[in-house]
């Protein structure tokens, strides 16, 4: 534990990427092989699931430090991170015992069959014998809250310099769900023979909002244009008779969508086609609630498979009879694609995403912002030409969506960040005007504001503050918000009727009073709308 506290501070303490990549390289030379893979899944967001319940960790850190529970979470509301609140508040550690990281996440794995108290007996003991940054680790990963503040990308731009290998080779061999307890480095990182990891998806080529004006990406004869899809970003696999669904997240879908079942007898053998997984009826896309409504189910009934119809919209074809083709240029994928789901034995579950036929780039600002009218967010560009890299790129693929939808909202809630932001106001919730008269809350956003803003927000909501909710303050509604979304959805779980998708603060509207906000009426008007 203590050199991957070591690393987790030095990681902390800088905002230079190439200051974290030499603390990764420089841990992975001291570690051993064991300590090493333990630390990759952590560094890359594979956090352990909470074994125990925050009120335990809460009252287990009060009795030991000896203050009242009223106290302890006062502090801890002040702290605004759990973790950091019990590294501050018990008695120092001894420090004394170097704990192998592996055991300690191996040991943390068994908590949740053990009894209350052996919980408390296993987790104090820890902290007893540990220093303080190690003990703000080690609660870290039992509150299930993990992160590294470092993104994959640059894991693997550290492993490619300590292994010595390209990255693109480092980003495919991290994908999937591997578990460090059956790995080993050579394992991990050597090139797999047939049929070892035929599971394995390739890292997915993500693109940026585009920059400027979309004449300087040159001649749009050299761009493919397709329409950007709401839904979840997908590769289908065949490979050995067997057939594998992944979500960009790494999420194993294959039981989840038994429409793509049949593919493992249609596909050739070798395949693996990128494309987003949309609900699909008569020719068209459905709302992503749609989809939702099979999101999370443990088991999908004839109904919901008829009311929540899947298909993938391929664009890319990344694997072809067993080869690797992602170097290949654009052009070249498409055509095979085309070629390969031309074939009438493709179930109608696959569908070619369609090239737009623009001719100069006015026609596509166009369809730009009418994106919604033909039920998509946006256009995808691609050159031609390019290759499919991983991760997110610039230059090759852009995104240029549609302008959000915005409603201007009344700020009535106020809840303090985490980590460094603990003692600010930060994370916000806005409401329109009801039909009695009274808000209705809408939103909650938590992005979209200035340090400077912030700061400033967050003086106001100390002086004016109604109530006091624990870590929530309510306070006078005065403000008044432009909030920005993707998307608006019926729901019964909220007082306003609706849900929104990607909601985030796109300007404080200092020019309005409370009163001009939005009201429940216009929301409703916008649903009816898409």
């Not at 040991?107 to 108290?117: I, S, V």
């Not at 493919?224 to 669904?245: A, H, P, S, T, W």
């Not at 609630?289 to 109904?303: D, E, F, H, N, Y």
């Amino acid at each position: 534990m203590k050199l991957f506290t070591e690393l987790f501070v030095a990681i902390d303490r800088t905002t230079k990427t190439n200051d974290k990549v030499a603390a990764i390289v420089d841990y992975l030379r001291l570690t051993d092989d064991r300590s090493k893979l333990y630390a990759i899944a952590l560094l890359i967001g594979n956090r352990p699931k909470r074994p125990v319940r925050t009120a335990d960790l809460k009252r287990w850190a009060a009795d030991m430090g000896g203050i009242p529970q009223w106290l302890f979470e006062e502090s801890y509301h002040i702290v605004g991170d759990l973790a950091e609140a019990i590294a501050l508040m018990l008695p120092p550690g001894t420090s004394a015992v170097d704990y192998p990281l592996p055991s300690v996440i191996e040991e943390l794995a068994t908590l949740p069959e053990l009894n209350d108290e052996k919980k408390e007996e296993i987790i104090t003991n820890y902290w007893r014998h540990l220093g303080k940054d190690e003990r703000f680790v080690f609660t870290k990963l039992i509150t299930g809250n993990f992160r590294m503040g470092v993104s994959r990308q640059l894991v693997i731009k550290a492993l490619a310099v300590y292994l010595d290998i390209d990255e693109a080779a480092v980003a495919h061999r991290l994908m999937g769900k591997w578990l460090p307890a059956k790995e080993t480095m050579a394992t991990l990182f050597a090139e797999p023979e047939r049929g070892i990891r035929d599971f394995q998806p390739y890292p997915f080529y993500l693109a940026y909002q585009l920059e400027g004006a979309p004449e300087l990406l040159g001649d749009i004869a050299e761009w493919y244009i397709e329409k950007k899809l709401d839904g979840i970003r997908g590769q289908i696999i065949v490979r050995n008779g067997q057939l594998f669904v992944w979500s960009r997240g790494e999420d194993l879908l294959t039981d989840k969508f038994p429409e793509f079942g049949p593919l493992k007898d249609v596909l050739p053998d070798g395949t693996v086609i990128d494309g987003e997984i949309i609900p699909w009826r008569a020719g068209q896309p459905l709302p992503f609630q749609v989809m939702q409504t099979r999101i999370g189910r443990k088991a999908l009934s004839p109904k919901i498979l008829r009311e929540a119809p899947l298909a993938m919209v391929c664009f890319d074809l990344l694997e072809w009879k067993g080869q690797d083709i992602r170097e290949m240029p654009m052009q070249y994928r498409r055509n095979l694609l085309e070629t390969l789901l031309s074939s009438t034995a493709i179930p109608d579950v696959l569908l070619l995403s369609d090239l737009m036929p623009f001719n100069h780039w006015g026609e596509v600002e166009i369809f730009r912002q009418r994106a919604r009218d033909f039920r998509c967010e946006g256009v995808m560009l691609k050159r031609k030409d390019s290759a499919y890299g991983s991760g997110r790129r610039k230059g090759q693929w852009w995104k240029w969506k549609t302008n959000p939808l915005t409603v201007d909202g009344v700020l009535i809630y106020a809840q303090s960040g985490h980590g460094r932001r603990a003692n600010l106001y930060t994370d916000y919730t806005f409401a329109v005007w009801g039909d009695d008269g009274t808000l209705v809350p809408f939103a909650k956003a938590y992005s979209g504001l200035t340090d400077k803003e912030i700061a400033e927000l967050d003086g106001w909501i100390k002086r004016h503050t109604l109530e006091r909710f624990g870590p929530v303050r309510s306070v006078e509604p005065y403000h008044v918000f432009e909030i920005a979304f993707e998307g608006i959805q019926e729901s019964s779980r909220h007082k306003s009727g609706v849900a929104l998708r990607f909601p985030r603060i796109l300007r404080w509207r200092r020019d309005k009073k409370a009163g001009e906000a939005n009201t429940r009426a216009d929301l409703q008007q916008l649903l009816d709308a898409m």
